[in-house]
């Protein structure tokens, strides 16, 4: 897991409290891992692209502070301002990504599933990921209706 120094505070708030209404009962460490997730992305994003969503993590969190960051939050992912409304869209794929490809036993509200360690370490990514050059070729119909492969 990285350094949680590392991912900007700002985005950090905002992922967290998300990720929290989002999945009421995802595991707080879990939490923790997913949030220091889509920070470490963020801040590897091409310079304008980073720039632009930094800017506008510190005006929500900026407002957040004024109005409260719960009520800042829903008004943020309801009403479809351009740019501003993608930066929940993009805090939740990147925390719902790492989610289910880390843990993908997780249930809809967040829960691990009865069987699952509650903090199971993270699966490795790369066993999920099937060989194609040994995958099967895929059956297609031929012009007398016969199924063959290619």
Do not use: Q
């Not at 109005?67 to 993608?86: D, I, N």
């Amino acid at each position: 897991m990285s350094d949680p120094a590392n991912t900007p505070r700002t985005v950090a708030r905002f992922a967290d409290g998300l990720l929290h209404s989002d999945l009421p009962r995802l595991g707080e460490e879990r939490r923790r891992e997913a949030v220091d997730f889509i920070g470490r992305r963020v801040l590897v994003l091409p310079s304008i692209t980073r720039f632009g969503v930094l800017v506008i993590a510190a005006a929500v969190d900026v407002a957040g502070t004024v109005v409260g960051h719960e009520r800042m939050r829903g008004v943020v992912t309801k009403l479809p301002v351009p740019l501003v409304s993608e930066y929940p869209r993009l805090v939740r794929s990147l925390g719902y990504a790492y989610v289910w490809e880390t843990w993908p036993d997780t249930r809809v509200d967040g829960a691990a599933t009865p069987d699952a360690a509650p903090d199971a370490p993270p699966r490795a990514t790369s066993d999920a990921t099937p060989d194609i050059r040994t995958a099967p070729e895929p059956s297609v119909a031929t012009d007398s209706g016969r199924s063959g492969t290619r």
